[in-house]
């Protein structure tokens, strides 16, 4: 079972190749959106995603939108299963798309990967993944401007 809610992106729906939302945007949305620079003020500036949109219309998300940003959802693997987390990235081109894959524990212990994205999509996959309530699966992007890592297939199986 995929804990992962909408982990391949294919919502929220939107003309157009790219399309920036806030959570307040789209609340179906299933992934916590937040700055990664603390010194943005959400209030008066909320923190935004963006999905991609190519030809042929796989969404993925794009690790970057006015600023960089990071993305969190909290899942409740359960004690005594083992689990992988996967998922695909690619780097845009000309961009730095370094972001961080950060498993938090229960206990608050962070197991974290740093990713450096190449031009190709590859696969990403770890095991001896944390289990327990409150898994939270954060990506944090280590960009410096509007251009990021792209995502898709977000996956925590058992
Ligand atoms: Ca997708």
Known sequence: ???IADGNFATPSFAGNFYQFS?????SFPWKIAWVDSS????????KAELQKPS???L????ASTAPYQISQTITPQPGQDYVFSFRAKARKGYP???LARLTKPNGVVVEYHIKPGADWQ????CQCPTGKEVVVT????GKNDGGAFIDDVHYVN
Do not use: H, K, Q, R
Request: proline share 12%.
């Open 1 to 3: 079972m995929d804990l």
């Open 23 to 27: 959570n307040a945007d789209e609340p």
């Open 40 to 47: 943005i003020d959400p209030t008066t500036n909320p923190p």
């Open 56 to 58: 042929g219309g796989n």
């Open 60 to 63: 993925y998300l794009e690790l």
């Open 97 to 99: 798309s370094d972001f």
């Open 123 to 126: 696969t990403y996959t770890f």
């Open 139 to 142: 990506f944090v992007g280590l």
